[in-house]
């Protein structure tokens, strides 16, 4: 499928997280929003995963899952459409950073773009060193995805910790 100008669409991994209020069903009521999403389709859906917390001490466990995306929007207006999903699921930032909330929409990946924006950092600077998104990421793309100025998916899987990680 094209837009309207005739733009080929882009492939983009989402990354969902959550560790308040029912983080399962905040999950699914945002992967439910992506397929929603104007200018976008949801081609998959990985797993939803039970994840240690990383970050400040004395958090719940998160829920953690991966959606693929093509995509017809630019990266930054694909970024303020997932902080609007955050938004509508009443994102609460108790915590401070890396600390507890409902929902957190990260953009893992937009084709093979690199992108050092204030407001968006592409690949995500974190998604190399981080189980909970390797994990559910290998559920619905191949071992070989080129993670720009990181390397390929499998070699990254292999040096991360899986330890804790369960599929519900
Ligand atoms: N931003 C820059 N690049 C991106 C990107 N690629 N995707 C900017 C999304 N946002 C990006 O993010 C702050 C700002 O980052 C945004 O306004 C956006 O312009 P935020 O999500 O509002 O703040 P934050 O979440 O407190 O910080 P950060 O560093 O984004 O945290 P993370 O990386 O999202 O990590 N443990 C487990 N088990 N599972 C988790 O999902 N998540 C976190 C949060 C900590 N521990 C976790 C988990
Ligand atoms: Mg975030």
Redesign the pocket.
Known sequence: MQSEDGALPVRSFI?????LDRPAHQVRTALTALEGLPGCRLLRQSRLYR?????PPG?S??V?AVALLETWLAPLEL?DR??EI?WRQGRI?NG????P?TL?????LYGEQRLA??????????LRY?A??LVPLADIAEGDLPIPGAGRLDELLRGCDPAGIEAL
């Open positions: 990354g969902l997280g959550s560790n994840t240690p917390p990383l970050g958090q466990d998160y953690n970024l997932l902080q955050e930032r401070g950073h890396w600390g909330r957190d929409l990260d953009l893992l924006d204030p407001r968006l950092c592409l690949p995500h600077p974190q981080r909970f998104v």
